[in-house]
């Protein structure tokens, strides 16, 4: 599986955009990038997916570099509710199961 | 609708004892995962099932672990001679059907605590 890394932490201000950063450089042309997060006490919840072009859902957006060795989630207008661990997850064409590295806990403050 | 569920929620078993999960799908979900997560290895995936197709239990990490879904329904996690190293939370996902496109669904998953 393709190995994706994101920042450990971040921190961000209620109301204010939050762009999160993901680096995929062995990404192959077959791996889609999907994006999870999981609120504290609960299981994990999709947020949004792309393979080239950038997506947009009534969650977030998700931009994709040109070369797709990198992406980043944005989350147009936090909220306290998005506070949660955020994961990148390369997934090839086919493939079933998730791999989930160690994501981006995402802090709100007031 | 009705997502996902678990039960039970938590689980306290003495070691060597053995324990079920079990895990109800959204209806008519063709796929369904599970997964643990646990302080030390993070969020893993166990074993997939996808309608009446052989399991992917390439996930499992050791022969006290099996799982069954009966009726492509309801699934149960088994967990023979449970060790301390078995205590995480276990979650469950299902999808419409399996494929890269679609997105999986999980549930509030069962945390295990072996003593």
């Known amino acids: 599986d393709a190995k994706t890394t994101q920042p450990n932490s971040m921190e961000s201000n209620e109301e204010e955009p939050v762009h999160l950063p993901c680096n995929h450089s062995?990404?192959?042309?077959?791996?889609?990038i999907h994006w999870y997060r999981q609120l504290p006490s609960q299981g994990p919840e999709y947020v949004i997916h792309?393979?080239?072009s950038n997506v947009n859902n009534r969650m977030a957006s998700l931009a994709i570099a040109e070369d797709r060795k990198s992406s980043t989630l944005i989350l147009h207008r936090a909220t306290l509710r998005d506070a949660a661990v955020y994961y990148c997850i390369l997934r090839d064409s086919g493939a079933q199961k998730l791999v989930f590295g160690q994501g981006t806990r995402l802090t709100i403050n007031p | 609708g009705a997502g996902v569920s678990q039960s039970p929620s938590n689980k306290v078993t003495e070691k060597g004892k053995d324990v079920e999960l079990r895990c109800d799908p959204i209806s008519g979900h063709t796929a369904l995962y599970w997964y643990r997560q646990s302080l030390g290895q993070g969020l893993e995936f166990l074993i997939y099932f996808q309608g009446n197709s052989a399991p992917d239990k390439s996930g499992l990490p050791s022969d006290r672990f099996s799982a069954e879904r009966t009726g492509g329904s309801v699934s149960t996690l088994t967990i023979q001679r449970t060790q301390q190293e078995d205590s995480a939370v276990y979650l469950c996902?299902?999808?419409?059907?399996?494929?890269?496109?679609?997105?999986?669904?999980f549930g509030p998953g069962t945390r295990l605590t072996v003593l």
């Open positions: 792309g393979l080239t």
């Open positions: 996902a299902s999808s419409p059907q399996a494929g890269t496109y679609n997105e999986q669904f």
């Open positions: 062995t990404i192959s042309g077959t791996d889609y």
